[in-house]
């Protein structure tokens, strides 16, 4: 079901919890919201759509991939950009992120995988595992 996207910089500031299989409706509407949103946006982390649980939604490239529980084991390459945010009012903002990054997330069967992303999906990657810290841009 795709919701509204979340705009309160206190709610988004939250760290997220841990999700668990009782999670697996909120990865749906959260990619659901992404898909609605594609034309602005390029991945969403759950809190941005209320709910504070470590998933995260991102085009991969023309493939949409959800994670659960990412977490960023290793990164190299930093370099400085600009980035904007649906959840965000304003235009882009200046950050650091790195060319390179390893992450260890879940899959919906609650499969461990580990990969590296680099260029546009790491950067896209950093920014969602941000939301679940709680850290904006």
């Known amino acids: ?3 509204q996207v979340i705009h309160d910089p206190l709610f988004l500031s939250g760290k997220s919890e841990k999700a668990t299989k009782e999670d697996l ?24 759509i209320g709910v504070r649980k470590r998933i995260i939604a991102f ?15 290793k990164c190299s390459g930093e370099y400085a950009t600009e980035e904007g945010c649906l959840s965000l009012l304003g235009g882009p ?11 260890q997330w879940q899959t919906a069967e609650f499969q461990t995988r580990i990969k590296t992303f680099t260029g546009w999906p790491a950067q896209i990657i950093q920014h969602e595992i941000d939301h679940c810290n709680g850290v904006l841009i």
């Open 93 to 103: 903002r200046p950050c650091k992120r790195y060319k390179t990054i390893k992450v």
């Open 1 to 3: 079901m795709i919701k």
């Open 25 to 48: 409706p909120v990865a749906q509407d959260l990619l659901d919201t992404l898909i609605a949103n594609r034309t602005g946006c390029v991945g969403m982390a759950a809190n941005m």
């Open 59 to 73: 085009d991969d490239n023309g493939k949409y991939t959800v994670m659960f529980n990412p977490e960023i084991i």
